[in-house]
């Protein structure tokens, strides 16, 4: 007797696993067994099923022939790997909706080709609205629509997590609006109640504004490279944090601004931290346009950008917001000159430098290092043999052997952790404005009669005429003679 009830129990627990999960046998788009489209309802009539899964043999695109249902409740979509599986929204068709309450967790798809989405009518790819989403190791890739993504009111989620966004051009691709908000700032996500979170994501090569967000966002550990639009259009209210993120040869003519209700009413100014706008632990290098347009004289007092790397990127930031300290800047350099007379280097800073972190310490010659171009002269020494001062410009010594012919270079360059600005903020090996072409004035009368004044005219031709090119050395030799 006891061995039939273990072996009944035994059969009804394989029951219970077996009827757990839903498994999708077909990439075809209908109400027929074992589609995606039948694989959601059952899940939403059947408690028992908390995942669906997708058969080992299957691979290939499902091309949407209608909206997918809503998912009523919470379950798991587990997808085989975003190279076996895609779901295409064949660029009419609405994928994920969630009605209130329910947690949908998707990881290893595919989500291509949405339809079009507008600010009544958002979020064509996934949908939260008092709900969750907690999306994994997914593609977003080929879309051309905006609105995408959206969270809307007050306990709704989207979270994703090591995916990649890449080659989509739709804008206001991820987007969020109302929900409670709090007049303070926390470091707290659960004190937040409408948000979306980013983590360890890549977006490459995409066109259009990505994040176009009324509510709490933040974006940690990501990668943005190649990316021809804005990043991010923070507006409404609630807290922003980019951090710890990788900022790599995006084009935009602006990649974050502000327009928050901080802006145009005042809201929050009384309570808000000063870090509300938050820009932390970044490495922004080699993008176009300017990086962090901070917004009004408001919005400034509520952002802090701290511990960023800038490097060759068109503008670091505007304004002066409350707090920007200890960033490497590559911007300390407004002109680097040649001074052909003394045989010197000019450098014009744009704001009070030092040598130390303190706002203190005058520079010294060690604090900086040459990088020389060119075939004729020698440089004798990588560190400038002399330094003086006048307000913010320098003066350094430049020990060169030999002639110089006007078409070298000297690059000026700051030695790492060396110079810093009364901020804390450190000048960056690498700055902008920092090379200068080895010119020199001259004065030769041919016998045409014309005068040379630099050494972009080098040589007299057989008619007494001055050509054009380079050779004259900065002792007036005049190099070829026809």
């Known amino acids: 007797m006891k061995k039939i009830i273990i072996i009944i129990s035994l059969f009804f627990t394989l029951l219970s696993v077996a009827q757990s999960t839903y498994t999708v046998t077909s990439l075809i788009d209908n109400n027929s067994v074992g589609t995606l489209r039948t ?10 099923i908390n995942e669906i899964v997708f058969s080992a043999e299957l691979i290939g695109k499902i091309t949407l022939t209608s909206n997918l249902p809503n998912v009523k409740s919470s379950y798991t979509i587990s997808g085989p790997g975003t190279s076996i599986i895609s779901i295409s929204g064949n660029s009419k068709y609405k994928m994920f909706t969630l009605d209130p309450s329910a947690v949908l967790t998707i990881t290893g798809l ?24 907690l999306a994994s190791n997914i593609s977003i890739t080929g879309n051309t629509q905006g609105y995408a993504f959206y969270a809307g009111s007050d306990n709704s989620l989207i979270s994703f997590t090591n995916s990649t966004f890449t080659n989509n051009s739709g ?11 709090p007049d303070t700032t926390s470091d707290n996500d659960a004190d937040y109640t409408n948000k979306i979170i980013v983590t360890g994501c890549t977006f490459s090569n995409n066109s259009g504004m990505i994040f176009f967000v009324e509510r709490y966002v933040k974006l940690d550990h990501c990668i943005f490279d190649n990316n021809s639009g804005l990043i991010g259009n923070f507006r409404g209210v609630n807290r922003f944090q980019v951090l710890n993120s990788t900022f790599t040869n995006n084009t935009g003519a602006t990649l974050f601004s502000f327009s928050s209700w901080i802006s ?16 932390d632990g970044n490495l922004f290098t080699d993008n176009s346009g300017i990086v962090i347009n901070t917004g009004s004289v408001n919005d400034q007092s509520k952002t802090t950008i701290i511990n960023n790397v800038f490097s060759n990127n068109g503008i670091e930031y505007t304004g002066s917001p409350i707090i920007h300290t200890n960033n490497t800047l590559g911007n300390f350099f407004d002109s680097v000159l040649f001074n052909s007379s003394d045989s010197k280097i000019t450098v014009t800073m744009n704001r009070a430098v030092f040598n130390t972190n303190t706002g203190s310490g005058e520079l010294q010659a060690s604090d900086f290092r040459f990088l020389f171009k060119g075939n004729n002269a020698t440089l004798q020494s990588v560190t400038p043999s002399s330094i003086s001062s006048d307000g913010n410009i320098y003066t350094l010594g430049l020990d060169l052997s030999g002639d110089i012919y006007g078409t070298e270079t000297i690059s000026l360059y700051p030695i790492i952790n060396s110079i810093y600005d009364i901020n804390r903020n450190i000048g960056g090996a690498v700055q902008k404005n920092n090379t200068t072409l080895l010119n020199f ?10 005068s040379a004044v630099d050494n972009t005219n080098p040589y007299v031709d057989e008619n ?10 900065k002792y007036g030799k005049i190099i070829t003679i026809p």
């Open 39 to 48: 694989a959601i309802n059952t899940a939403n009539s059947d408690s028992a």
């Open 171 to 181: 804008n206001r691709f991820i987007t969020s609006d109302f929900g409670s908000t």
């Open 264 to 279: 145009n009413d005042g809201w929050g100014m009384e309570t808000l931290g000063n870090n509300h706008h938050l820009f």
């Open 110 to 133: 595919t989500l291509t080709e949405n339809s079009k989405g507008t600010s009544t009518n958002p979020g064509t790819i996934l949908y939260a609205f008092e709900s969750s989403v």
């Open 464 to 473: 007494g005429k001055i050509g054009s090119g380079s050779g004259l050395t």
């Open 441 to 450: 004035n001259i004065s030769i009368l041919s016998s045409a009669g014309e």
